[in-house]
C-alpha cells in the first residue's frame, strides 16, 4: 500500500497491475516510465502550470552539470542528521535531481515526489531510484494525512496547510529559498533596475526553525545553453521582455552567484 490518496474521494490507492486502484474503483494508470498522474483539472487553474519537456530537459542538462551540486550535498546532509525512517516526501520534486539524492542519502526510506509538471513527473520517474512519482499539485497533495516522516520543498510554493496536513507531529520540513545576492550578476546583466531577492521572516505557523544554513558561491556559467537554461530555471522567465532576452541571448559565458538558504523545520504537535 502506497501513501498516495485517491484525488477524486481521498481514500487509499493500491497497486494492481499497472494501475493505482482505491476501494471506490476509481483507477489511475501508470505510464511506461513509471509515474502516475493524480492531477486533478480543476486543481490546475489558469495559471502557467509546470515546466513543458522542453523546460525540463534544459533544467535536467543544467543541473547534472553540477551548477547546483554544493545545494544538493548540503541538503543530503541534513537528511541524513535528521531523517529517523520512514517515509519522504518531496513536493515540487522537478525532474527527480534532488529526490534521487535523498533517496541515495537515506537509503532506508521510503520516497515520494510530487510536481504538478506531467513532463517533470516523467523524467523523474526515468531516474528509476526507487522513488514514487506522481504529477500532482502541492496546493492538493493526494497523500493521506500525517503519512509523511519528512518533507522536502525546494523552490516550490509553499502551502503550509498541506505540508501541516501531510507530515506527522514532530516530522521535518526541509526548505530551500533563493537569498538576497541569488543570480545577482545574471539580473544586473539583463536588467536596467535589478533588484535582490527578499528573503522573508522565517517564522511559519505550525513550524519551528531548527536550522537556517547558507550556502552561498560563485557559479562561471561556460556557454549560451547553460546561461539560458538557468534563466528558464527562474520566476523572471515568464515575466522578461523581448529587450532583456535579447541581452541574455548575447552572452556566452557568465560569473554569477549561487546563494541560498537551507532551512529545517519541525512541525509542532
Not at 544538493?72 to 541524513?80: D, N, P, S
Not at 529526490?99 to 510536481?115: H, V
Not at 516523467?122 to 502541492?138: E, I, L, M, P, Q
Not at 548575447?250 to 519541525?266: I, M, R
Amino acid at each position: 500500500m502506497s501513501i498516495f490518496t485517491c484525488p477524486v474521494c481521498g481514500e487509499n490507492l493500491g497497486i494492481s497491475g499497472k494501475s493505482y486502484t482505491c476501494p471506490n474503483r476509481h483507477s489511475f494508470d501508470i505510464s511506461k516510465s513509471g509515474y502516475v498522474n493524480l492531477l486533478l483539472s480543476k486543481h490546475i487553474g489558469k495559471a502557467v502550470h509546470g515546466d513543458n519537456k522542453l523546460m525540463v530537459q534544459a533544467r535536467r542538462e543544467f543541473l547534472e552539470k553540477g551548477y547546483y551540486s554544493p545545494l544538493r550535498e548540503a541538503l543530503c546532509e541534513a537528511v541524513k542528521r535528521y531523517f529517523c525512517g520512514g517515509v519522504i516526501l518531496d513536493a515540487g520534486c522537478g525532474e527527480g535531481y534532488y529526490t534521487s539524492a535523498a533517496a541515495k542519502a537515506a537509503p532506508e526510506a521510503e520516497i515520494y515526489g510530487i510536481d504538478i509538471s506531467k513532463a517533470a513527473a516523467d523524467c523523474a520517474a526515468k531516474r528509476r531510484d526507487g522513488a514514487a512519482y506522481a504529477a500532482a499539485s502541492v496546493f492538493h497533495i493526494p497523500v493521506s494525512d500525517g503519512s509523511c516522516d519528512m518533507l522536502i520543498t525546494l523552490f516550490a510554493p509553499y502551502c503550509g496547510e498541506e505540508f501541516r496536513r501531510v507530515l506527522r507531529g514532530g516530522g521535518v520540513m526541509i526548505m530551500a529559498i533563493p537569498s538576497e545576492n541569488h543570480l545577482w550578476e545574471l539580473k544586473q546583466a539583463v536588467y536596467d533596475t535589478p533588484y535582490k531577492n527578499e528573503v522573508k521572516p522565517y517564522e511559519l505557523g505550525g513550524f519551528e526553525l531548527a536550522e537556517n544554513r547558507r550556502i552561498s558561491y560563485t557559479m562561471s556559467l561556460r556557454s549560451q545553453e547553460d546561461i539560458q537554461s538557468l534563466f528558464s530555471m527562474t520566476p523572471y522567465y515568464y515575466r522578461t521582455g523581448a529587450e532583456q532576452k535579447a541581452r541574455l541571448a548575447a552572452l556566452d559565458t557568465l560569473e554569477t552567484q549561487a546563494d541560498f538558504e537551507l532551512l529545517v523545520y519541525l512541525r509542532k504537535d
